[in-house]
């Protein structure tokens, strides 16, 4: 029998500071949730490619409008008079016009593209604020309360969802006058138009996050923290506001950064089709009109290709970005 060591229980003693201790004499911290979704997320290669992609249009259209030549600028001698299209190859592309010039006007197609940018992440953004504030409140209390208001929000939704928003939305655009009072404010020109894009998408995208706000409602509202909350007495307001909305945070978030590229698309869609910004003021669906409608397109492929290419990397890193949240904040949805 091997002999007993000879320590004291004095000597072995471990202080709780001691088992705190991490590597080098630090102390380990405790991590919050955003903290951990944020690792997860920095470990997702392609959602942060997205990310960082969104991060330079934001830039782009903050300042890029700054640092690049007027859009409407004209450079007629810059263009083929006889077949009508730039001169030199790939539609004028040169290094004082990296991205060449539109076949009929001779304007800098860089220029536009990166002003287009500006109105195109504007109005697509504004109208998913709206649409989300609008679907959050919505949801909230069709899923909390239940019974007819439940019923009445839930059908409301049903018939935003089958309206046929596209044709509403030329119709509409199409009767604005040229200077409004648009909720107080005396707008015109491009500033009308936007906010009254901007309230079509967003006022008719709204079911679509109040439907998953409604189902998260739905099943937080049988939790025991909202039993616990009313057990001390407190009311409706509180409870939604204050226990079921911070633990919707994280659907809220992805879901709108979903909905961010299908605004962006619908903008592009009326543009195309002549409602969207007033010309000259460059859009991306309303270059990509002006190439389909004018058959720029065949002397002239750039005009269409870096717009639409635009278009689709935005649309495509919105979509990873969002995707790549939304398996952060839940990866059981992995």
Avoid: C
Avoid at 29 to 57: C, H, N, P
Avoid at 146 to 168: E, H
Avoid at 181 to 198: A, E, Q, T, W, Y
């Amino acid at each position: 029998m091997a002999a007993p060591l000879d320590v004291s229980p004095a000597e072995i003693e471990v202080s709780p500071d001691a088992v705190l201790q991490g590597i080098g004499g630090r102390k380990i911290e405790g991590r919050s949730l955003g903290q951990i979704a944020w690792m997860r997320l920095r470990r997702d290669k392609v959602a942060m490619t997205g990310l960082y992609f969104i991060i330079f249009l934001v830039l782009v259209a903050i300042f890029g409008p700054y640092l690049v030549q007027n859009p409407d600028t004209l450079h007629p001698n810059l263009l083929n008079q006889t077949l009508l299209n730039p001169n030199g190859a790939f539609g004028g592309i040169s290094l004082a016009h990296p991205f060449g010039l539109d076949p009929l006007y001779g304007r800098d197609l860089l220029a536009r593209v990166v002003v287009g940018s500006r109105y195109s992440l504007l109005i697509g953004f504004l109208a998913t604020v709206l649409a989300v504030v609008i679907g959050v409140f919505f949801g909230l209390i069709a899923g909390y309360f239940g019974g007819w208001v439940d019923t009445l929000i839930a059908r409301t939704m049903d018939v935003f969802l089958a309206f046929p928003l596209l044709v509403f939305a030329i119709a509409l655009v199409g009767v604005i006058p040229p200077k409004a009072d648009f909720f107080g404010l005396n707008l015109s020109g491009n500033d009308l138009r936007i906010s009254m894009l901007v309230f079509i998408i967003g006022f008719f995208s709204w079911p679509y996050m109040g439907r998953i706000i409604r189902g998260q409602a739905l099943s937080l509202r049988e939790r025991e923290f909202v039993d616990a909350a009313r057990s001390l007495g407190a009311r409706g307001p509180y409870i939604l506001f204050r226990e079921l909305l911070p633990n919707m945070v994280g659907p809220i978030l992805v879901y709108a950064t979903l909905l961010i590229p299908t605004n962006i698309l619908f903008e592009a869609a009326l543009s195309y089709l002549g409602v969207g910004i007033v010309p000259p003021t460059p859009s991306w669906g309303a270059m990509l009109s002006d190439a389909v409608q004018n058959q720029w397109y065949v002397v002239d492929p750039m005009y269409m290709v870096i717009p639409g290419l635009a278009i689709f990397l935005t649309v495509m890193a919105f979509n990873l970005f969002g995707d790549g949240l939304r398996d952060a904040l839940d990866p059981k949805t992995r």
